[in-house]
Nanobody, 126 residues
């Protein structure tokens, strides 16, 4: 049974930082590509950042490029999303998603993921 569990969300002021974590269990971590998506109230879910199985290359949404960093720690079976310079437009529920088969060029497509976490709320106040 594959499980993805997010943590690290919360309330932060504009300009602040948060780090989200996604712990993966029930799967060989090195064979698992992971991405972060987010969904704001009344909006569609959108891709935020992705890191492939090999960790060679990362992709980011234009809206977060230069502010967010995705990384993976094989020892902890965790993928982290470091978020800096947060603004109110970053307010959303953040989800991590995983796939054992996805390739880098497809990581923006949420339909390609088989496994999802329950989400963690990030709220940025102005």
């Amino acid at each position: 049974q594959v499980q993805l569990v997010e943590s690290g969300g919360g309330l932060v002021q504009a300009g602040g930082s948060l780090t989200l974590s996604c712990v993966v269990s029930g799967r060989t971590f090195s064979n698992f590509a992971v991405a972060w998506f987010r969904q704001a109230p009344g909006k569609q879910r959108e891709f935020v950042a992705g890191i492939p199985r090999s960790s060679s290359g990362r992709i980011y949404a234009d809206s977060v490029k230069g502010r967010f960093t995705i990384s993976r720690d094989s020892a902890k079976k965790t993928v982290a999303l470091q978020m800096n310079s947060l603004n109110p437009e970053d307010t959303a529920v953040y989800y991590c998603a995983g796939s054992g088969t996805i390739i880098l060029s497809s990581m923006r497509n949420d339909a390609q993921y088989s496994y999802w976490g329950q989400g963690t709320q990030v709220t940025v106040s102005s």
